[in-house]
């Protein structure tokens, strides 16, 4: 096996950081967060699931797609994309499960989504395997694993003194070139007791799902739902967004314009508002059902992948306690 200590990691990390833009987990005021970093003085290694994805570096949650200038009759248009490589270092594997979802709309389409798969192509994952289950996770009921190598380029896991090193791509081998590493039999710390411990969460076939459109469940979970979105802003997966043009400078014969995409979200009170005010999807219990079918209906049969990867962030984030597990176990129920 691979090893680096973390001595050799750091000393890395801080080269990285020169070349490339480096995203690592932080502390941001007691929090932590996948944020961009100078030097490795500044990350976390020993740290919990990050509040929120790392889906705002490959997918902004809000990204200028063009600036438009208009000067009389004449309109020019310049496309926006950073051209420097990026690395997101410590992701978590569920997270890069978030990405492989993502990818099965704007990747696998044709065509495909020309800034994400920009962003993709100009990334590389390195992954820190998670040395416990957290609070609401369930990833492997998903089909993943806190030491899962499977999305990510390349995958660290925690032994002592340093990690155990898997380039799992190629893209992953070209960057491990200049990390220094050891060859060490040295067996990594989390064990299959400890992913045992994880309660599976039963997962429903789409066609089931689609019988029980007009049940009692969606009353039962939707009803308590403030609308306040963080379930969606926090999830990995979800991907739903708007576009709008927004006027920069404005002046005698001149107009400039900057083409923005942001984050969308489905249990928003106005995501199916239309011209003219009429709203196709004015409850709450109608806007929590289909939060749920398009996670486990919709997008397998749409796209293949389930539309979760069961990081367990809407479960502790959730002001008013809707469990996706507890929907979950009631549809199986059923
Ligand atoms: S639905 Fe919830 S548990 Fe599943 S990936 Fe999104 S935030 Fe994580
Ligand atoms: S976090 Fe909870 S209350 Fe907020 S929109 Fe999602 S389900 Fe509703």
Redesign the pocket.
Known sequence: MKYVTLKELKNWLNRLAQEVDLIAPRDVDGHVLYRPVASSDEILFDYERPEL?AKEFIFPATEVLLRIEKRGTEVTQEEVLPERKQVIFGVRP?DAH?FAVIDALFLEQDPPDRYYAHHRERTTLVGIACPQMWE?C?CAS?GGAPDDPTHLDVLLRAVEGGYVVEAVTEKGKVLLKGLETKNRDQKPGFSEKTRLLEQPVPVTEPARWRELFEDRIWMRHGERCLSCRI?TY?????RCFDVADRVIEERAGFTRIERIRAWDACTSTNYRRAAGGHNSRPTKPGRIRNRFFC?FCYYPEDFGPL?????????VSCPVDID?REVMGDVAAR
């Open positions: 994805s569920c978030g609401g369930f998903m379930c926090v999830c990995p997966t979800c996670k539309g979760c990867v069961g990081c367990g962030r809407c479960v996706i």
